[in-house]
């Protein structure tokens, strides 16, 4: 096993291997998925446990080989990286989602903390739904880097009705794999921070901020 593959990751990793290593070709480098599910869920999952109004989320994880080319623009980060945008939704702009060659979808089980296979659009609205879409680079094998497209609509968790787009650098090292820049707006962590605390200090019922724990800002 690559060094890169952390033995406390098979809980999180062990429902997508199966799903997502069928369909890798010799053209994707097997080792960089489970760094990149790793560090794409753990964000995922942070705002999914600050869910006020138990909502249902769905995670859909795509390969994608058509992006947005060609373009002068790139993501400066760490060196820079492709733009890792692609052609569908917003036409003429360079904010288009990614076309997945493939996708596999799971879903937010809450009460467990984790993600289950069950797609839940078979069994509920889409409205009802928040989707979080993953879309990795194909051709991972050809390349030492590779710059990963999330999105979640209409929103997310927290804030269902914000539309959130971030940018997740990788980079390979040594054969070893490891995410080395994201972009995407800190405000949304910061707002969902603020409202965990919020809802902490609501249930003190009447004992001082500092008597629970809390600082202040």
Same mark, same amino acid.
């Given at each position: 096993?690559?060094?890169?593959?952390?033995?406390?990751?098979?809980?999180?990793?062990?429902?997508?291997?199966?799903?997502?290593?069928?369909?890798?070709?010799?053209? *994707?480098?097997?080792? /960089?998925?489970?760094?990149?599910?790793?560090?794409?869920?753990?964000?995922?999952?942070?705002?999914?446990?600050?869910?006020?109004?138990?909502?249902?989320?769905?995670?859909?994880?795509?390969?994608?080989?058509?992006?947005? %080319?060609?373009?002068?623009? =790139?993501?400066?980060? *760490?060196?820079?990286? /492709?733009?890792?945008?692609?052609? /569908?939704?917003?036409?003429?702009?360079?904010?288009?989602?990614?076309?997945?060659?493939?996708?596999?979808?799971?879903? #937010?089980?809450?009460?467990?903390? =984790? #993600?289950?296979?069950?797609?839940?659009?078979? =069994?509920?609205?889409?409205?009802?739904?928040?989707?979080?879409?993953?879309?990795?680079?194909?051709?991972? /094998?050809?390349?030492?880097?590779?710059?990963?497209?999330?999105? #979640?609509?209409?929103?997310?968790?927290?804030?269902?009705? *914000?539309?959130?787009?971030?940018?997740?650098?990788?980079?390979? =090292?040594?054969?070893?794999?490891?995410?080395?820049?994201?972009?995407?707006?800190?405000?949304?962590?910061? %707002?969902?921070?603020?409202?965990?605390? #919020?809802?902490?200090?609501?249930?003190?019922?009447?004992?001082?901020?500092?008597?629970?724990?809390?600082?202040?800002?």
């Amino acid at each position: 096993m690559n060094a890169s593959v952390k033995p406390e990751w098979p809980k999180r990793w062990a429902l997508l291997r199966d799903l997502i290593c069928s369909r890798l070709t010799s053209d *994707d480098d097997a080792a /960089a998925w489970p760094i990149i599910i790793d560090r794409v869920c753990s964000d995922a999952e942070y705002l999914c446990r600050h869910n006020p109004d138990s909502k249902l989320v769905a995670m859909t994880i795509g390969c994608c080989s058509h992006w947005l %080319r060609p373009h002068q623009t =790139r993501w400066t980060a *760490d060196g820079g990286f /492709a733009w890792p945008t692609g052609y /569908a939704g917003r036409r003429h702009s360079r904010m288009g989602l990614p076309q997945h060659d493939w996708d596999v979808t799971v879903h #937010w089980h809450g009460n467990e903390a =984790r #993600w289950q296979q069950t797609d839940p659009r078979r =069994r509920f609205k889409p409205r009802q739904i928040l989707e979080f879409r993953v879309s990795v680079p194909a051709r991972t /094998a050809w390349h030492d880097q590779a710059a990963v497209f999330t999105i #979640w609509r209409p929103g997310s968790p927290p804030l269902p009705n *914000d539309e959130l787009i971030q940018f997740y650098g990788f980079r390979k =090292r040594e054969d070893v794999w490891a995410c080395t820049a994201s972009t995407g707006p800190e405000d949304a962590y910061d %707002r969902t921070a603020e409202g965990a605390r #919020w809802e902490l200090t609501r249930a003190c019922n009447g004992l001082s901020a500092a008597r629970c724990g809390l600082g202040t800002r």
